[in-house]
C-alpha cells in the first residue's frame, strides 16, 4: 500500500536547474532502497540515481556531476537536483522505493513500487 507522489517537474532551459521530490506515504526505514528513473517514448525506462538502504549513491554515467540525491532527516521524502541540464535530460521521471533492498540499485527490477511521474522538459 506504499504510495509515491513525485513533484517539481517543469520545463527548464538547456542550463538550468530543477528539483524533484518524492513524497513517500510510509516512514522509509534505513532498509529502504530509493531511486529515480526516467523514460522517453521509444526507450525503456532507466535508471538515473538511487540512495540505497547503506545510505551510498549510485548514479547513471550521464548525470554524474550533475544530478544529485538525496533524503531528507525522516527518511520519508527523495530528492533529486538537477544542474546542466540538457534537452537529452528530457523525460518522465519516476520515483520508485523498495522496502527490503535493491541492487544493483539501477535496475528497474530490484524496485517494487512506483510514483506515477513527473515530466521534465528542457529545451
Known amino acids: 500500500h506504499v504510495q509515491l507522489v513525485e513533484s517539481g517537474g517543469g520545463s527548464v532551459q538547456t542550463g538550468g536547474s530543477l528539483r524533484l521530490s518524492c513524497r513517500v506515504s510510509?516512514?522509509?526505514?534505513?532498509?529502504?532502497?530509493m531511486g529515480w528513473f526516467r523514460q522517453i517514448p521509444g526507450k525503456e525506462r532507466e535508471g538515473v540515481a538511487a540512495?540505497?538502504?547503506?545510505?551510498?549513491?549510485t548514479y547513471a554515467d550521464s548525470v554524474k556531476g550533475r544530478f544529485t540525491v538525496s533524503k531528507d532527516s525522516a527518511k520519508n521524502i527523495l530528492t533529486l537536483r538537477m544542474s546542466s541540464l540538457k534537452p537529452e535530460d528530457t523525460a518522465m521521471y519516476y520515483c520508485?522505493?523498495?522496502?527490503?533492498?535493491?541492487?544493483?540499485?539501477?535496475?528497474?527490477?530490484?524496485?517494487?513500487?512506483w510514483g506515477q511521474g513527473t515530466q521534465v522538459t528542457v529545451s
Open positions: 520508485a522505493a523498495e522496502p527490503v533492498g535493491c541492487w544493483p540499485p539501477l535496475l528497474r527490477s530490484a524496485y517494487a513500487h
Open positions: 540512495v540505497n538502504y547503506d545510505g551510498s549513491a
Open positions: 510510509e516512514f522509509t526505514s534505513s532498509s529502504y532502497c
